[in-house]
T-cell receptor, first 118, second 114 residues
Framework: DTGVSQNPRHKITKRGQNVTFRCDPISEHNRLYWYRQTLGQGPEFLTYFQNEAQLEKSRLLSDRFSAERPKGSFSTLEIQRTEQGDSAMYLC????????????????FGPGTRLTVL | AQSVTQLGSHVSVSEGALVLLRCNYSSSVPPYLFWYVQYPNQGLQLLLKYTSAATLVKGINGFEAEFKKSETSFHLTKPSAHMSDAAEYFCAVTSNSGYSTLTFGKGTMLLVSP
């Protein structure tokens, strides 16, 4: 079990540029979540996948944001035309659904990607 | 709708003193509750979770939390603080349907002085 990994760990970009982040979940986990965390706040939900299906999107996820999880493995989060307000830590988490009460809802987080938009 | 309130954005204790971090939740359905810890520039690490079994939950690093339905609380405690406990702590709630996302509180920064 190697845990959830995210790349890159840090990204600095200029306003208006596109950025893409990658998340590799724990290998047997079928659910994958994206959260955004700004300074002094708790993580806020963006979207989640069960296998390759995107099941829920937060209203925080504007049309500049898109997430994919091809083949139900790794996931990418793309932000187009970045704005300074997009600067945040983007966290990925994974979990195993349908494994009984002990497994349900337990999300394991990656180290995050810190985005700075200049 | 679910929400979490963490009282106190910062809590300061001396090494060896009791740690108490407060969390109150609001949920229209039976909740699952979690405490996570975050060290600087790192992701969140699960400390402990309540999933409708025992109301007193023990976690890693000597932490425990008690689910009190009548008070809608899930406070985190540790009998004796260690310098390495200094970090930010987040309480989170999800519904027990297993199909919901986590709703987090704003976090409490724990400061430990020698």
């Amino acid at each position: 079990d190697t845990g959830v990994s995210q790349n890159p760990r840090h990204k600095i970009t200029k306003r208006g540029q596109n950025v893409t982040f990658r998340c590799d979940p724990i290998s047997e986990h079928n659910r994958l979540y994206w959260y955004r965390q700004t300074l002094g706040q708790g993580p806020e939900f963006l979207t989640y996948f069960q296998n390759e299906a995107q099941l829920e999107k937060s209203r925080l996820l504007s049309d500049r944001f898109s997430a994919e999880r091809p083949k139900g493995s790794f996931s990418t989060l793309e932000i187009q035309r970045t704005e300074q307000g997009d600067s945040a830590m983007y966290l990925c988490a994974s979990s195993l659904a349908g494994s009984g009460s002990e497994g349900m809802g337990t999300q394991y987080f990656g180290p995050g990607t810190r985005l700075t938009v200049l | 709708a679910q929400s979490v309130t963490q009282l106190g954005s910062h809590v300061s204790v001396s090494e060896g003193a009791l740690v108490l971090l407060r969390c109150n939740y609001s949920s229209s359905v039976p909740p699952y509750l979690f405490w996570y810890v975050q060290y600087p520039n790192q992701g969140l690490q699960l400390l402990l979770k309540y999933t409708s079994a025992a109301t007193l939950v023990k976690g890693i690093n000597g932490f425990e939390a008690e689910f009190k339905k009548s008070e809608t609380s899930f406070h985190l405690t540790k009998p004796s603080a260690h310098m390495s406990d200094a970090a930010e702590y987040f309480c989170a709630v999800t519904s027990n349907s297993g199909y919901s996302t986590l709703t987090f509180g704003k976090g409490t920064m724990l400061l430990v002085s020698p």
